[in-house]
């Protein structure tokens, strides 16, 4: 389908909406934001243009026909916890494109990995180290850590349609429930975190910095960690209970990467320097969004992420 084509039937599902007699008990208004809501979801599945692109025409649309005036359109980008989760996206951006998340997770796996609970244990915590700089649960296990579970299963001859039980179902699911433990452990290490702490703002009058959202999460979240990998070995154990497969595998994995690149340490720098920075944000003064908009200028100045090279994807 080509985009003219694209085009057009956005066009058609907003005009025909737009134009459709207004239903008992909706106001004209109401009416017109739904026909652009609509258009918008069907722009965001058949992408004539770039996510990007058809956000800002929707938004364009609603403030130049009047439904709401710049300020209304406009004031979701006020919040600096949507600025704080969107930093955090670029610096995943930095963990995924300079490969220091595999490279950490298979530099745990070649020290710790020597049985099968080790090695689930392993990987939790791989997980849980690139959290805080990962605000996408997706982006954290399908994105680094599924790659190397998927190709630890495959080394002890354990895949999804012969002998699953051997090793990779357990690292499945250990890597599933885990990753979810981890995005309720950071504010910045999952998205909808950013609405919680919007609504506890706006609603309770409750001020949740990262700070305090990580040392309320510590007791329990250290707890469900400890406990996730050894409930799911007890109730879904592997056949395999020795993996010396891994350590060579990872060996194997940090051989073919080579030593570490110049935007390896830039990128661990400034997200230490980041999380410093959170951590201690009740003692310094200093904004999580401001540390965190600080982090991604220096990634572009060092060239460690860059912008233009993303939109060239898009």
């Known amino acids: 389908m080509n985009r003219y084509l694209k085009v057009l039937i956005c066009a058609v599902v907003a005009l025909t909406i737009w134009f459709f007699p207004v239903p008992d008990g909706l106001t004209p208004l109401t009416w017109h934001i ?15 243009l770039p996510v990007g692109a058809v956000a800002l025409i929707a938004i364009s649309v609603i ?9 209304e359109a406009l004031k979701g980008f006020s919040s600096t916890t949507v600025w704080l989760i969107v930093a955090a996206f670029l610096y995943a951006k930095g963990f995924i494109k300079t490969g220091l998340g595999r490279r950490i997770a298979y530099l745990l796996i070649r020290n710790f990995g020597g049985s099968s609970l080790r090695l689930g244990y392993t990987l939790a915590l791989s997980d849980m180290i690139i959290a805080p700089a990962t605000p996408s649960n997706t982006a954290r296990a399908g994105g680094i850590l599924f790659p190397i579970v998927r190709g630890v299963s495959s080394s002890f001859g354990s895949e999804p ?28 290490a999952s998205a909808p975190n950013a609405l919680i702490v919007s609504l506890a703002a706006s609603t309770l009058f409750v001020d949740i910095s990262w700070g305090m959202w990580t040392l309320s999460a510590l007791v329990p979240g250290v707890v469900a960690f400890i406990s996730i990998p050894l409930i799911i070995y007890k109730l879904y154990p592997p056949e395999i209970q ?14 073919k990467m080579g030593p570490v690149t110049r935007d390896e340490r830039m990128t661990i720098a400034i997200f230490l320097l980041s999380l410093l920075a959170w ?23 060092t060239n460690v992420v860059s912008i233009l090279r993303q939109s060239r994807r898009l």
């Open 242 to 255: 020795k993996t010396p497969q891994a350590k060579a595998l990872a060996q194997e994995e940090l051989r």
């Open 34 to 48: 739904l026909a652009i809501f609509i258009t918008t979801v069907v722009a965001f599945i058949l992408q004539p």
């Open 63 to 71: 403030m130049l026909t009047g439904m709401m005036t710049t300020a």
């Open 279 to 301: 951590s201690t944000s009740k003692w310094t003064g200093l904004d999580a969004t401001a540390v965190a908009l600080s982090g991604v200028c220096l990634m572009l100045i």
């Open 161 to 188: 349609d012969k002998d699953p039980h051997k090793i990779g179902a357990f690292l499945m699911q250990t890597v599933f429930h885990s990753n979810c433990l981890s995005s309720s452990m950071f504010m910045t």
